[in-house]
C-alpha cells in the first residue's frame, strides 16, 4: 500500500508562485502515473495536471496551463507542482495522486488514480 504526502501549501499573494512536492512511499513512483487535484469550498474536486510514469506525456486543465507545470522525480519517489501567477481562483486543498499501474495515456479522471495524499491548502490572497 503506497503513502503520499503533499507539502508546500500555505498562504501567497496573488501573482506570486509556490511549488509542492508530494513524497511516495510503499511504492517505486516511476510505476505510477501521477497527478494532482484540487478541492476548493463547496466545489468539487478537478484534475490541476497529470504525467505518465516517465514524464514523456503531460495534461493540463484550461485554468493553469502555461502557469503550473508538473514533474517528477523518480529517484527521490517525489512528485511536483510548481506553480506561477497564482490567483485568488487557484485557492483549494491540493492532492496528490498515483496509479497502481503505468500507462501512456494520461488520465483526468479522480477515479482512475488508486493511491492519494491527505492534502494540502493554498490560499491565494488578492
Known amino acids: 500500500q503506497a503513502q503520499l504526502v503533499e507539502s508546500g501549501g500555505g498562504s501567497a499573494q496573488a501573482g506570486s508562485s509556490l511549488r509542492l512536492s508530494c513524497v511516495v512511499s510503499?511504492?517505486?513512483?516511476?510505476?505510477?502515473?501521477g497527478a494532482w487535484f484540487r478541492q476548493a469550498p463547496g466545489k468539487e474536486r478537478e484534475f490541476v495536471a497529470g504525467?505518465?510514469?516517465?514524464?514523456?506525456?503531460?495534461k493540463y486543465a484550461a485554468s493553469v496551463k502555461g502557469r503550473f507545470t508538473i514533474s517528477r522525480d523518480n529517484a527521490k519517489n517525489t512528485l511536483y507542482l510548481q506553480m506561477n501567477s497564482l490567483t485568488p481562483e487557484d485557492t483549494a486543498v491540493y492532492y496528490c495522486?498515483?496509479?497502481?499501474?503505468?500507462?501512456?495515456?494520461?488520465?483526468?479522471?479522480?477515479?482512475?488514480?488508486?493511491?492519494w495524499g491527505q492534502g494540502t491548502q493554498v490560499t491565494v490572497s488578492s
Open positions: 504525467d505518465t510514469w516517465n514524464a514523456a506525456n503531460f
Open positions: 495522486a498515483v496509479t497502481r499501474a503505468i500507462s501512456t495515456a494520461v488520465f483526468h479522471t479522480a477515479r482512475t488514480y488508486d493511491f
Open positions: 510503499g511504492r517505486t513512483l516511476s510505476s505510477s502515473n
